[in-house]
């Protein structure tokens, strides 16, 4: 070509040249797994290059979209990657379904402590018509998910629901491969090389599914019908969205609703025995000034109609139990008069005939905001002795002071019911040995391991004068079946773990970040063991979503009518 007809031609091609925000075609093309490769950064970071795929989805409120290609035949690397619209600049119009052609720079957007996100950035994007790509089928739990990043996946398994406390606040669902997600430390010793696989284990079959928003408090998740009742436990299938490192771990951002099974709500447990024994934590049971205003107050319900709704879960509740005793935590430390907390959920629970009657122990006990109560059904057994409480070392000012009743059964030989409640896992105010030691069971260990060994040793003094030997404490222990203040007690101090003694396998009263366990525990003086003959937890209350309570749910259920399940001992005294 000689020169003259090459400006020429220069010329006359000028009015075509792809405007600035395009990527010229001439650019070699790089097969996304190459970006990817096998190891959990790319190679090419911080290099330019150009791929070109489908777009699977786009997500502004996550700043980018996704592209995905055809694959580069190694089953070992992504063929999908995150474009990042670039931070001031107006995003490029992109839809799910287009073919896109993008020049940027590789880099890793920080996902949690040790994973990072490939992406793209300071794209530079041109159409080039659309495409389609279907989504990967998995028919088992991935082994590792850095193969997957990026991609549309379809998981062709049954995943379990673990946990919703995120869903009002991110929109996000904890599931699991392989069912439920159980607390090391509630199966293994906090700290132990066990705990520590269960803890590895657990994060290896979890897997959030988000609603590809970072908008916190949506009005509605788009994938979850509105007022569909959600259970941990509860099974979803076709669940299907894109691989996404963010926030400490794996995710799917959702394209399509899952199914999610209708919930399969428990009917109220039955036990052998001719004595019943409950324990239940009331979940904050305050009542304003006593006449039907004072709200809101320190803790509870916001209101005096949010604190009907309570009341009603919580009668439905103790109802349902069907209990002749139960031992209660979480009642407003208001005295014992008609306008306390404590005496109208009596009354409550006698409307339309009734023989519930509560322990006075004319102060307290203990000077918390809260605090523990009994309450029986006077046809039923009778009080004998006076009530004893511990006011000493840990209990009043961390752990809330427990309260111990003698009672009868007709002519059967005194037993006595103890109302506990530990110091929770919160860390304000904690210091030196009640930091947390990182090893699963938080703050406050061993001011509740010292609360143990004060509780135990009170209880062998004969506190109630009753000289019986026959003997259940049982309530919020705030802390795992093998963390020390529960294992000590049972392992050092001789309590029998009623659940255990019953045959009971894989109980749970909680459900925290995904996580079942139990904090509610009922452990039985090795005489009294003997004369049990059932034990048994109602699941309706740590399974059921944070919407189900009194503030939003239906106060004709006593679905969520706490945070803690309740528990049922039969007895035959």
């Not at 979803?236 to 099974?261: C, M, S």
């Not at 003997?530 to 944070?546: P, S």
Request: proline fraction near 6%; glycine fraction near 12%; hydrophobic fraction near 40%.
């Amino acid at each position: 070509m000689t020169p003259s007809r090459s400006l020429l031609t220069l010329a006359l091609l000028a009015p075509l040249a792809l405007p600035a925000c395009a990527a010229t075609p001439k650019e070699r093309v790089t097969p996304i797994g190459e970006v990817q490769g096998e190891g959990a950064r790319s190679a090419l970071d911080g290099q330019t290059v150009t791929v070109e795929g489908v777009v699977t989805g786009v997500f502004a409120d996550l700043g980018g979209f996704f592209v995905q290609d055809a694959g580069d035949g190694q089953a070992a690397t992504s063929d999908a990657v995150f474009v990042a619209f670039e931070e001031g600049a107006p995003a490029p119009s992109v839809s799910v379904g287009d073919r896109m052609r993008v020049r940027g720079i590789v880099g890793e957007r920080k996902a949690g402590s040790d994973d990072t996100l490939t992406a793209l950035h300071a794209p530079v994007v041109q159409a080039r018509g659309k495409g389609t790509i279907a989504p990967l089928v998995l028919t088992a739990q991935p082994d590792a998910w850095e193969r997957y990043e990026g991609m549309l996946v379809r998981i062709d398994a049954p995943l379990t629901l673990s946990g919703t406390d995120a869903l009002g606040r991110f929109g996000e669902l904890t599931t699991s491969f392989g069912g439920r997600l159980w607390q090391p430390s509630e199966v293994a010793a906090p700290g132990s090389a066990e705990a520590k696989r269960l803890a590895a284990d657990n994060a290896r079959r979890t897997l959030v599914l988000d609603d590809g928003s970072a908008k916190r408090d949506p009005a509605t998740v788009w994938y979850v019908k509105q007022g569909q009742p959600l259970r941990t436990g509860t099974v979803l299938t076709g669940v299907q969205g894109i691989v996404d490192a963010r926030h400490g771990g794996w995710r799917l951002q959702l394209t399509v609703a899952p199914t999610i099974a209708a919930p399969e709500r428990p009917a109220a447990p039955q036990v052998a025995g001719n004595v019943r024994v409950a324990a239940f934590n009331l979940e904050n049971l305050f009542n304003g000034d006593g006449k039907g205003g004072g709200f809101p107050t320190e803790r509870g319900a916001k209101t005096a109609a949010q604190y009907q709704a309570q009341m009603h879960k919580l009668v439905g509740t103790i109802r349902g139990l069907n209990p002749d005793i139960a031992a209660l935590m979480e009642l407003e430390n208001d005295g014992y008069g008609a306008d306390s907390s404590l005496a109208q959920l009596v009354t409550a629970l006698n409307a339309g005939g009734g023989t519930w009657r509560f322990i006075d122990a004319k102060q307290g006990p203990g000077p918390d905001t809260i605090r523990v109560g009994i309450i029986y059904r006077s046809d039923k057994v009778k009080p004998t002795g006076k009530p004893a409480t511990l006011q000493e070392g840990p209990f009043g000012e961390r752990s809330r002071s427990p309260l111990a009743q003698g009672f009868v059964h007709g002519k059967g030989a005194t037993f006595v019911v103890v109302a506990n409640h530990f110091k929770s896992k919160g860390c304000s105010e904690a210091a030196g040995p009640d930091t947390d030691q990182k090893d699963g069971a938080g703050c406050w260990n061993a001011l509740r391991l010292d609360s143990s060994k004060r509780l135990d040793a009170w209880l062998k003094s004969d506190p109630t004068r009753t000289r019986s030997d026959r003997i259940v404490m049982l309530g919020d222990f705030n802390a795992y079946a093998m963390e020390a203040p529960v294992r000590w007690l049972r392992d050092d101090a001789g309590w029998v773990d009623a659940f255990k003694q019953a045959g009971i396998e894989q109980p749970y009263s909680y459900v925290y970040s995904g996580l079942s366990g139990r904090l509610d525990h009922a452990l039985l003086s090795p005489t009294l063991a003997k004369q049990l003959r059932g034990a048994a937890e109602w699941h309706i209350n740590a399974d059921e979503q944070d919407a189900q309570g009194y503030a939003d749910g239906d106060p004709a259920v006593p679905y969520r009518s706490s945070d803690h399940d309740p528990l049922l001992l039969g007895f035959d005294l």
